[in-house]
Antibody, heavy 120, light 111 residues
Framework: EVQLVESGGGLVQSGGSLRLSCAAS????????MSWVRQSPGKGLEWVAN????????YYVDSVKGRFTFSRDNAKNSLYLQMNSLRAEDSAVYYC?????????????WGQGTLVTVSS | QSALTQPASVSGSPGQSITISCTGT?????????VSWYQQHPGKAPKLMIY???NRPSGVSNRFSGSKSGNTASLTISGLQAEDEADYYC???????????FGTGTKVTVL
């Protein structure tokens, strides 16, 4: 059974840092690109970042470029999102998700999410 | 980045069919057959319901179907059931630095 389990969320002050983790199991982790997608409380979904199979390529939404760093450890079947210079607008539930479909354009498995709250 | 436009809410009685629209531009919905749809129940993670405009993942009911015309994609739920009450989001690949864009979300209510 495919499982994605996020951790590391919490309350942080504006300008602070947080590191999210995502533990994957039930599939060959190194065969899949992965993503972080976030959802602000009561709001819609927003794609945050992608990472390729070996972690050598990362892609970010403009609003987090230069502040967030997406990495993976295929030996540990884990993803990480280092979030620096956090802003109030970064407050959201952060989901890790497995990329699939043609062109890598959809997500077939999602974690349960971890809540990040940035206080101003 | 601007989100894809969906109606805020759609409702129907059990057994009826409803359709949710998702309007974008030629840079996303209209330019690629890479539209997907997600169902989200309160407090839960999104679930993939349709991918590449009209394909259903294994395990998803055939009551869910997708289509696209021009810059607008649609999700149709036929034979509406109480368990279908949820939020639905469309998503599309976009030819910009923001690779993916989501819709504004539609709350489906079963009357």
């Amino acid at each position: 059974e495919v499982q994605l389990v996020e951790s590391g969320g919490g309350l942080v002050q504006s300008g602070g840092s947080l590191r999210l983790s995502c533990a994957a199991s039930g599939f060959t982790f190194s065969n899949y690109w992965m993503s972080w997608v976030r959802q602000s409380p009561g709001k819609g979904l927003e794609w945050v970042a992608n990472i390729n199979l070996d972690g050598s390529e990362e892609y970010y939404v403009d609003s987090v470029k230069g502040r967030f760093t997406f990495s993976r450890d295929n030996a540990k079947n884990s993803l990480y999102l280092q979030m620096n210079s956090l802003r109030a607008e970064d407050s959201a539930v952060y989901y890790c998700a497995r990329i699939t479909c043609g062109g890598g354009t959809c997500w077939d498995y999602w974690g349960q999410g971890t809540l990040v709250t940035v206080s101003s | 980045q601007s989100a894809l436009t969906q109606p805020a809410s759609v409702s129907g009685s059990p057994g009826q069919s409803i359709t949710i629209s998702c309007t974008g531009t030629s840079s996303d919905v209209g330019g690629y057959n890479y539209v997907s749809w997600y169902q989200q129940h309160p407090g839960k993670a999104p679930k993939l319901m349709i991918y590449e405009v009209s394909n259903r993942p294994s395990g998803v009911s055939n009551r869910f179907s997708g289509s696209k015309s021009g810059n607008t994609a649609s999700l149709t739920i036929s034979g509406l059931q109480a368990e279908d009450e949820a939020d639905y989001y469309c998503s599309s690949y976009r030819s910009s630095s923001t690779l993916y864009v989501f819709g504004t979300g539609t709350k489906v209510t079963v009357l």
